[in-house]
């Protein structure tokens, strides 16, 4: 009784706390910070620097959730993630411009363009096997789109975990980048929330299994935005 009393109430403190962050996250989003070329890059090149700041960290956490070794963990990890930013950054600009396209004969008076747009606030859930690359690769993008960003990575990588809190920590205020450690009960928290993306590596199947009606309302709200 008193330990399920407690577990509601600390479920209910962080939900609060969620509910706080992500109100300051959507926020940050509508007042256009994100939006300026200049801003992303500027974000995509601290993300950049950090990560050849914190190599050996990175590599040291993969190595004792994994077993990686320092090569594998460069090849096929932080070395794929710099790659990406490196991409994004020499491609960033033409991404982002207005593209004319051809207007319908009823509309002939009209001139028709498509502007790309970032969704708003993302929402990033990474597995264990990969936690480097499949959590940081997603975010390169996000931020290169212009949203921000709140980041969960796999409570079954734990080290790797702490270790990319503290890398983005480092990178991003948490109004536009932050991250939620923690297990299922934490999950389930997150997936109450209202994300306007989200970007999932996994197995859907067994996370219904697990997460039920959270996991398919989360995805249903998406929806109805859309």
Request: charged letters at 25%.
């Amino acid at each position: 009784g008193k330990r399920m009393e407690k577990l509601e109430k600390e479920n209910g403190m962080e939900k609060l706390m969620l509910e706080t962050l992500m109100e300051q996250q959507r926020e940050y989003f509508a007042s256009g910070a994100t939006l300026p070329v200049k801003v992303r890059m500027e974000a995509l090149s601290r993300l950049e620097k950090a990560l050849q700041k914190q190599e050996q960290i990175l590599c040291k956490a993969l190595h004792t959730d994994l077993g990686k070794s320092k090569t594998e963990s460069v090849m096929c990890e932080i070395g794929l993630v710099q790659g990406e930013i490196r991409w994004m950054k020499q491609h960033l600009g033409r991404l982002c411009r207005t593209k004319h396209v051809r207007t319908p004969l009823a509309q002939f008076a009209a001139k028709s363009y498509q502007s790309p747009s970032p969704y708003g606030n993302v929402l990033i859930m990474s597995p264990w096997n990969y936690p480097v690359l499949l959590t940081l690769e997603p975010l390169v993008d996000a931020i290169a789109a212009g949203n921000t960003a709140v980041v969960k990575p796999s409570a079954y990588a734990p080290a790797s975990a702490n270790a990319l809190k503290d890398l983005l920590e480092e990178c991003f205020p948490p109004e536009y980048v932050t991250v939620v450690l923690g297990g299922r009960e934490e999950n389930q928290v997150l997936l109450q929330e209202k994300f306007d993306k989200i970007f999932f590596t996994g197995s859907a199947a067994s996370w219904i299994k697990r997460h039920g009606w959270i996991f398919r309302s989360a995805i249903s709200r998406i929806q109805q935005k859309s």
